[in-house]
């Protein structure tokens, strides 16, 4: 690799010069008089799209972290595999998004799972799975390398109340409370957990949370939460702090969370829903916490190298608080992965799984050949997949026109589209291997005999 070509561009991103930047690390991919190392395509490439983040192409970005991601040799691949993630995310493409980020937990050598985590629960929650959202939350606060647990438990709080079980969203409120979080982060918190009490009917703890939150005058209630707040405040002074039955949360004005489970004031800083990586060296790892959803995209694209330094360092050295909050925080958690257990197998009989049906139909399609050891069920013979693959067209932009869902089997309709013109419309049968689908068959589907 041109070394010169390299640290002139390094200089230039630094500088903001992202335009720059971006001319000089294309032009040391494409030296031919300084060939690459291993792992230099996929450093070059993942500048490349880093670059193309700030100049707000996410589009063109999620290109370059791709051809980056060939690079088996890249030390930073679950760092790349994050940001397509985010880049995804950033372009409202959940299910992609999703499907990346769990890629970069699966990296063994990424070792800040917790930002992936994070990402993914925000897009989990986006998709309306609350439920596998607060699997990820949960990863998240685990993760003994996050200097930061509190958000991920407030984002579980948020599951558990989209998933009507306000007693764990208590639960959840009342751990992230043993850390430490900035005012008007707790602030925020203690009304949530006002309105979670009231929810379980719990009215003089509600009524003590909600004070506490607008106590330092510099915190306003939303006016859902002021109505729980006056409700809470009517029932203590008739003598009605505690309700015999946890009230129906339909009947609760005061939850500031949507029907899918997106929490309304995330736009007002509450949470940080997705990190992005700048990645400036393969053998380190430079955490830069970005908002991307913060009710203002640009967010995601704008903050300066002098925010990231002082965000990261700033959260790394806090010092964490643990009074007793192991115990409520194993409790909490044994209680999402319950639910979450709940929710998979109904899922699994729904005929859902991961990856999916519409998952597996792309990569197939994708690349027909390649995808012969990964997609295709483990009962069909070598003659049978090739007969299979020899029927197909090539296309990564394949269309799935629908999926006809069942515990066992599904059939999908994928529309490819010829190098030399036209369309094809393939009936791609499934099976079920384990919680995710195989090929099992695919054919040119004839509507007239169908």
Request: net charge negative; proline share 3%.
């Amino acid at each position: 690799m041109n070394n010169e070509l390299f640290e002139r561009a390094n200089a230039q991103y630094k500088q903001k010069d992202f335009q720059g930047a971006l001319i000089g690390f294309t032009d040391c991919l494409q030296d031919a008089a300084s060939p690459l190392a291993p792992g230099e395509m996929g450093l070059l490439y993942h500048r490349i799209g880093n670059c193309l983040v700030k100049l707000k192409n996410p589009a063109e970005a999620i290109q370059s972290y791709t051809q980056a991601t060939a690079d088996a040799s890249y030390a930073a691949l679950g760092t790349v595999e994050c940001n397509l993630g985010m880049a995804y995310a950033s372009l409202r493409d959940y299910d992609n998004a999703v499907a990346h980020f769990e890629r970069a937990v699966a990296d063994e050598g990424y070792d800040t799972p917790h930002k992936a985590y994070m990402g993914m629960g925000n897009a989990l929650l986006k998709l309306g799975k609350s439920a596998e959202a607060g699997v990820a939350f949960r990863e998240a606060a685990l993760d003994e390398g996050n200097p930061d647990p509190t958000k991920a438990l407030l984002n579980l709080g948020v599951c558990f109340m989209a998933l009507n079980r306000p007693a764990d969203a208590v639960a959840s409120y009342e751990s992230a409370l043993q850390f430490d979080m900035t005012p008007d982060v707790r602030n925020k918190m203690y009304a949530s957990l006002g309105q979670a009490y009231v929810a379980c009917g719990q009215m003089e703890q509600a009524v003590e949370a909600f004070e506490r939150a607008i106590a330092d005058k510099t915190y306003f209630l939303s006016d859902s939460a002021s109505v729980d707040y006056q409700r809470a405040v009517g029932q203590v002074a008739q003598g009605t702090s505690e309700m015999t039955q946890v009230l129906d949360l339909s009947d609760i004005s005061g939850l500031d969370v949507a029907a899918d489970g997106t929490p309304l004031y995330a736009d007002e800083g509450y949470q940080d829903p997705f990190y992005y990586d700048e990645g400036y060296d393969a053998n380190v790892d430079y955490p830069g916490y970005v908002d991307a959803y913060q009710g203002d995209e640009d967010r995601f694209f704008n903050a300066s190298e002098e925010e990231i330094e002082q965000w990261s360092k700033g959260l790394a050295k806090q010092d964490r608080k643990r009074r007793n909050v192991g115990l409520k925080i194993l409790v909490a958690f044994i209680i999402v992965v319950v639910l979450a257990f709940a929710g998979v197998v109904f899922a699994y009989t729904q005929g859902f799984g991961y990856p999916s049906q519409e998952t597996v139909a792309k990569e197939l399609f994708a690349d027909p050949e390649g995808a012969k050891g990964s997609v295709f069920a483990s009962g069909l013979s070598e003659s049978s997949v090739n007969t299979i693959v020899d029927q197909l067209v090539t296309d990564s932009d394949a269309t799935v026109d629908g999926v006809n869902r069942s515990m066992s089997e599904s059939t999908v309709y994928v529309t490819a589209h010829h190098e030399k013109g036209g369309e094809i419309v393939y009936e791609v049968s499934m099976v079920r291997d384990m919680i995710g689908w195989k090929v099992s068959n695919a054919k040119v589907y004839n509507a007239s005999q169908n």
